[in-house]
Every structure is written in C-alpha cells, then in structure tokens.
C-alpha cells in the first residue's frame, strides 16, 4: 500500500509547528490586550447550519464538505468560524452584549488547491457581537496593526464599505442584485483590471455600466482625496460617512481601497484586508468586516450587529518561513552525560524546574555524535557533565553559536 496524504491536508514537522505555533501565541497575546476572550465551537455542524441564508452563500456551500452520520443527519465541515458563533450566540440568549471573542480553529474548504491555500486549515478569529458602534470596526483595525508589528510584517489594512459598493452599483444604473457584482469586484486586487472587465461584461453589464463602475472603483489618491471625489458623485452616500468616521478614528497605516469588496454574501458595512506592502503574497494575510444580519437571523430574535477579522495562519506562516524565521527545536540546553546518566538525570529536571527546556542523550552517544545532534538540530546551549564536573559541583558549558566553554552552576545557567 502507497501511504499518502488527503488532497490538499499537509504534515507539520517540528521545524514548521514550532513557527506556527509561536505565531498563534503572539496573535493569542494581540487578541488578550484588545479584551478578547477564547471561544471553541465543534468542527462538525448541521449542515442546515452552513447552508442557512444568513450564513455564507451560495460561492462558499460549493466548497463546502458534506457528510451524513450513521442516523442519516446531513452534517458538513465548517468552512468557517463566523457561522458557529452566530450559531452559539443564537442558541445562548444570556449572553452580554458586546460579547468579544477570539477563536483559533481548523476550518475546511474543498476548493481549488494552491501553494498558498490548502483544504484544511487554521483561522484566527476575533469578532465583537451587539453592538453597531463604529468604534468597534476601528478597534479590530488596531488589533490588525498591531497583530503585524508584532509579527515584525510589513503590511497594511485596506479598508472599504460594502454599502457603498452597493451604493457605487446603483449610480451605475444596474437594477439586479449586487452580490454578484461584488463578488468579481473582489477579484481585482488578483486577476486585474482587464479580467474583472470581461467577466463584468459575461455577466450582461453594458459598456456604459462597465465603465462607471470601473471608473468609480479606480479613483486614486490620499484616503481623504478618495473620499472627496466620491462625494461629489455619492454626496448622500451611507457607505461613505461610514469609511469616514471609521477612519477618524484609526491610528496607522490603514488604506481606503474602493476595489475592496470581501466575496462572502453576509458583509453589510465595514470591510477590511491585511496585505504585505510588497505584494509578495498573492493573497491577504486576514480579512474580516461588519455582518449585522447573520446572527440575528440565526437567533430570529431581531438585529444583532457583529464585526470581526479573520487571520489566516497558512499565508502567515508562509511570509516568516520564507524570512527564515522557522526554528528546529524548542529545545535550550542539550546534556551530554560522560558516565555521569543519574547526575545528568537530576541536573535536567533542577534545570527544567526553573523554567528551562532541556533534553539529554539518551542513546549514549559519543562526544562528537551528541555534538552533530545538537548542531543539526540547531539546539543554541550543550552541557558536558563528566566525573571531573560532577567533583566540581560545576558544569561545563558550551554555546553551540560561538564554541565558547565555561565552568558554571546552576545559579549562573538560571540567570
């Protein structure tokens, strides 16, 4: 039998976890600071769930992965972690508004497979449910930027408002849903200019509607200089006192993008992306925004406003693998005993009970053996506990980086 992978699933080594892992706990501290708290939801759903009208859409049910139980219930995979919460908000009425909540979970898409996006993947979410204050979409705006400085990433959040793409469809005089529209729109920032044109044009807009919505969409300029030019063609435009007050309100690099438009059907003010400035991405690092009727749809209990920002942990950890940022091991000090196993024993749990990760042979290698493991494993501290040491009540002490040795105690290795 030939062992394989599922299509689009991958393997993690200890190299490749250790940096994922280091990335959810930073993104974990960002989302602490912001008020946030943890949140797991199951990764099976009903499937009349996902399927819901509030929920995602028609685009997201075709990558949808569908399954019945051995009592024939149509369960799926869930493709996200926005339509569990709305559904766990629905189903506990006693919760306090704003709920803050951040999530970070495997999600599942059965879509086409590329080096930057796989079947089954982690999401990193927050979202703040029950309130409609604009405040809230400039926090989670904060939160990005500070998720990226953290990181040590070069990026930036662009930031747009689907009313008033909807408002930008209307001036074009197109009198049929927008969703679809919108859902090209989506695509510029990675098909172009040209492709979003003939895939407006396959779908029945004019040449006239093509070329107001692709003039609208291209005003260049400062965020205040697009704003300006979009209120002489919209001046009762909602979307647009919507991006203005938001924005008053942001401190840092935050761009207005008119081309921004999110492809899930539930978004209904604020919409947001996180993009390196390079565009050595050929997709976002996170993108969220404000979804006011999912959740009270779920709930049929009237409006229950929510905004939120997904980051995705695959094209982060794409970037800093990429900027050598990856480590081997977690691994700090590595002890070589030389005839010394019990007293090594004793001093790697004293040493692990101050706080320190320690390993030690445990094959009885050679000197020069436990040396190439250390290197290759890229582990930064050696220790060589020998009957010379062991007399000394002293250990000898090497730093893999430079060959420096030392005589020191336990004290001194602590500090």
Do not use: H
């Not at 024939?72 to 306090?96: C, H, K, S």
């Not at 510029?188 to 492709?195: A, F, H, V």
């Not at 693998?321 to 091991?329: C, M, N, R």
Request: net charge positive; proline share 3%.
């Amino acid at each position: 039998m030939e062992l394989t992978r599922a299509k689009g699933t991958e393997d993690f080594p200890p190299e490749k976890k250790i940096l994922r892992e280091e990335i959810v706990a930073t993104l974990k501290k960002v989302f602490e600071r912001y008020g946030f708290n943890p949140l797991e939801t199951p990764i099976l759903e009903r499937y009349s769930t996902l399927s819901a009208k509030y929920a995602g859409g028609a685009e997201i049910l075709k990558e949808t992965f569908k399954l019945q139980d051995q009592g024939e219930r149509e369960l799926g995979l869930r493709y996200d972690l926005t339509v569990p919460l709305a559904r766990f908000i629905a189903m506990n009425p006693q919760i306090g508004f704003p709920f803050k909540r951040y999530q970070i979970e495997k999600v599942f898409r059965d879509g086409p497979i590329t080096k930057a996006r796989i079947r089954e993947f982690w999401q990193c979410d927050v979202d703040v449910v029950g309130t409609k204050n604009l405040l809230a979409d400039a926090e989670i705006i904060q939160l990005a930027l500070d998720a990226l400085k953290e990181l040590s990433l070069n990026g930036t959040v662009k930031v747009n408002n689907r009313k008033l793409l909807n408002e930008i469809i209307t001036y074009a005089g197109i009198t049929a849903s927008p969703e679809d529209i919108i859902v090209t729109i989506d695509k510029l920032y990675k098909i172009g200019k040209k492709e979003v044109e003939k895939e407006l044009e396959e779908k029945g807009l004019t040449e006239e509607q093509r070329k107001l919505i692709m003039s609208m969409i291209s005003i260049t300029g400062s965020n205040k200089e697009k704003q300006e030019k979009l209120k002489k063609k919209l001046p009762k435009s909602q979307g647009l006192q919507e991006i203005q007050e938001v924005l008053q309100y942001c401190k840092g690099d935050v761009e207005f993008d008119i081309t921004l438009a999110r492809g899930l059907s539930y978004y209904t003010g604020t919409v947001f992306e996180i993009v390196l400035k390079d565009k050595s991405l050929g997709c976002s690092l996170g993108g969220g925004g404000r979804y006011d009727n999912m959740i009270g749809g779920f709930a049929n209990r009237g409006e229950i406003p929510a905004v939120g920002i997904s980051f995705g942990l695959e094209p982060i950890f794409t970037v800093l693998e990429s900027l050598g940022k990856a480590k081997k091991t977690t691994t700090q000090i590595y002890i070589i005993p030389i005839n010394t196993l019990k007293q090594s024993i004793d001093l790697a749990q004293k040493l692990r009970s101050q706080g320190l990760n320690v390993d030690l042979d445990l094959n009885g290698r050679n000197i020069s053996k436990n040396l190439n493991y250390a290197n290759k494993n890229e582990i930064p501290y050696v220790i060589f506990l020998g009957d010379v040491e062991v007399k000394m009540k002293k250990v000898k002490f090497r730093n893999m980086k430079t060959g420096k040795e030392q005589l020191l105690d336990g004290e001194v290795i602590k500090q």
